[in-house]
């Protein structure tokens, strides 16, 4: 049931296409008392007419402008028409409108404003491999970017709350708007929290999709590496809500020991803990002579990753070894022959060369060096994690 004297919300569809599909997703979704807004971006299959009898409100665009126009003109609609928040999902009957309630409540429940993701449980046989990899592709660089460990941030059933959305400087318009829109969200101080939903994936005969896997994913993959650098510059993120009060904090120098115990503990799941270390490893191979850890602690401040195993694992690549074996390979990488002369000439008249070799080297012996060593952390933390605890007596 719906909550009096609380956020009004706004159910939002956007609409390509799916006209077969339309008119039992509204239906269903009139059912939980909430307002409904379909937002047809174009269709060319005529799918409005086939819920003009039902009882909910409807845009239309004259052409195609992507789901993120979509959205973008509901929260319009919806800032216009006094919403605090909006509910979207997906026209193709892949969500089940009911579990809208249950984003709701989690939105008057907790802390506001926010974005409430429908966590989708993808265990049918139909879900296509390319969606699970999509998905987990997709949480881990909404990991890097924002420090948020999410299980499923391309859902297309979210509450979004709408002042906070108009306020952002959005530049997609198409599936990438979703998780720019995430992304930029949080870095204003946005809560974001995940419930779980139903999802329906039917076979692939039935299956009418209009995600284009080279353009879109090459949107993506441009909005990923954007959003990754945007996250590396020392420049704060325009804030959208007040920010709270600081949590405890990480460094106590009155007490050395808890601090340190505070970095080792910080994202400290086997699998961010390998990706600390790759990071570590990879910035420690590259020829930044008398700053290594400087930009390490600085980069995994900024995604997020636990500091101490990232630096511990950069001592691996202290000299001589590693950046021998960067060079040796920049050099062969360079002229197809390995440098088997350590005459003076060399290694101090030409070290111009050898720094280059050793660049070209890093950005080869580095990540391959990285892979090896993540992979044995997150080895070891797993056997760690799963061990089971004895007790005695």
Request: net charge negative; proline share 5%; charged share 20%.
């Amino acid at each position: 049931m719906k909550h009096e004297n609380d956020l009004q919300m706004l159910l939002v569809i956007p609409l390509y296409n799916h006209g077969a599909t339309i008119g039992p997703v509204v239906e269903k979704a009139l059912i939980t008392g909430y307002p409904v807004l379909v937002v047809d971006d174009g269709s060319e299959d005529g799918g409005l007419k086939n819920v003009a009898h039902l009882q909910c409100h409807s845009l239309r665009f004259d052409e195609n402008r992507g789901k993120g126009a979509a959205i973008m003109a509901a929260i319009a609609y919806a800032a216009e028409h006094g919403y605090d928040a909006i509910c979207t999902m997906d026209a193709d009957g892949q969500h089940d409108p009911a579990d809208a309630i249950q984003l709701i409540d989690s939105a008057h429940e907790g802390r506001w404003p926010a974005v409430v993701i429908g966590d989708r449980a993808m265990i049918q046989e139909t879900v296509p491999g390319s969606s699970h990899f999509g998905k987990k592709f997709s949480n881990f660089w909404v990991r890097l970017e924002c420090g948020e460990e999410l299980n499923d941030t391309q859902s297309g059933m979210r509450v979004y709350p709408v002042q906070e959305l108009l306020d952002l400087e959005l530049s997609c318009s198409r599936y990438d708007f979703e998780i720019e829109a995430l992304v930029k969200l949080v870095w204003g101080g946005v809560a974001v929290r995940s419930v779980p939903v139903s999802v329906h994936y039917p076979s692939r005969d039935e299956r009418v999709s209009h995600f284009d896997k080279l353009r879109d994913n090459w949107r993506l993959s441009m909005l990923h590496t954007r959003l990754v650098v945007r996250r590396l510059l020392p420049f704060q993120h325009k804030r959208l809500v007040k920010e709270e009060e600081p949590g405890p904090k990480v460094i106590d120098v009155k007490n050395p020991w808890q601090t340190l115990k505070n970095l080792c503990q910080e994202s400290a799941s086997p699998f961010w803990l390998a990706v600390a270390v790759w990071f570590g490893l990879f910035l420690g191979a590259l020829p930044l002579i008398a700053c290594h850890t400087i930009a390490i602690i600085y980069v995994t401040y900024r995604f997020r990753l636990n500091k101490i195993a990232a630096v511990a694992a950069s001592q691996f690549c202290m000299p001589p070894v590693v950046p021998a074996l960067c060079i040796e390979v920049g050099y062969f990488m360079r002229t197809g022959t390995f440098l088997l002369d350590l005459s003076w000439e060399r290694w101090t008249l030409e070290i111009h060369q050898r720094l280059f070799e050793w660049l070209i080297g890093s950005m080869l012996v580095g990540p391959i060096l990285g892979v090896a060593g993540g992979t044995i952390v997150y080895w070891f933390s797993r056997k760690m994690v799963d061990r089971p605890i004895e007790t005695v007596g």
